[in-house]
């Protein structure tokens, strides 16, 4: 069974520009989460989807949104991007969501210049 | 809040021998799940072994065992034989039933010398 994927692997963005990351989950996974990782604030919750449903988010702005599609395919978004936006994006899915074991992506680095 | 805490910054290893890394959290929570990810430089987040709270055998897989100390809410993650593959970067986490997000400690460097 094919791993979760993520694309792109890499973007470089300039300030105040946005951006969207894609993530597949694993097949049959109904729950996609994603996580943001800095050096300085660790791995961080961002939001879950779940049957193409936000059921919770973490304490971001509005600026970072997310939608998920009826193949449980997950999109994030990142608009007016700030220097404090780079980071490594992670994304993991799970069956259900709750408890579960949660299977990470590769990751998608985004370095905002 | 759940909060998890990883004291150990970086460890490192002599290839065949074992090392033990540590991890508290702090909870009201009586149910809950904690698991063990590997992060190498590659960045990719792997799992190495997952614990549930209600069962009090600790966890094994392969080479990774867990110490899973309920009532002192401690969580060490003994990694035997290590091998030059075990070197990453080793986060703790935590999920309360019924939840969907993780939290995570800040994480242990892990070097494996040959």
């Known amino acids: 069974k094919a791993g979760v994927t993520q694309t792109p692997r890499y973007l470089i963005k300039t300030r105040g520009q946005q951006v969207t990351l894609s993530c597949s989950p694993i097949?049959?996974?109904?729950?996609v989460s994603w996580y943001q990782q800095t050096p300085g604030q660790g791995l961080q919750f961002l939001f879950e989807?779940?049957?193409?449903?936000?059921?919770n988010k973490g304490n971001f702005p509005g600026r970072f949104s997310g939608r998920q599609f009826s193949n449980s395919r997950s999109e994030m978004n990142v608009s007016t991007l700030e220097l404090g936006d780079s980071a490594l994006y992670l994304c993991a899915s799970s069956f259900a969501g709750t408890q579960e074991t949660q299977y990470f992506g590769p990751g998608t680095r985004l370095l905002v210049l | 809040a759940q909060t998890v805490t990883q004291s150990q910054p970086e460890m490192s290893v002599q290839e065949a021998e074992t090392v033990t890394l540590s991890c508290t959290y702090d909870?009201?929570?009586?149910?809950?799940?904690l698991f063990w990810y590997k992060q190498p430089p590659s960045r990719q987040m792997i799992l190495v072994i997952r614990q549930e709270a209600y069962k009090q055998q600790n966890a094994t897989e392969n080479r990774f065992s867990v110490n899973f100390q309920k009532a002192a809410k401690s969580f060490s993650l003994k990694i035997s034989d290590s091998q030059l593959g075990d070197t990453a970067m080793y986060f703790c986490a935590f999920i309360q039933t019924g939840a969907n997000n993780l939290f995570f400690g800040t994480g242990t460097r892990l070097t494996v010398i040959p």
């Open positions: 989807y779940f049957s193409e449903t936000q059921r």
């Open positions: 909870t009201s929570e009586n149910n809950y799940y």
């Open positions: 097949s049959g996974h109904r729950s």
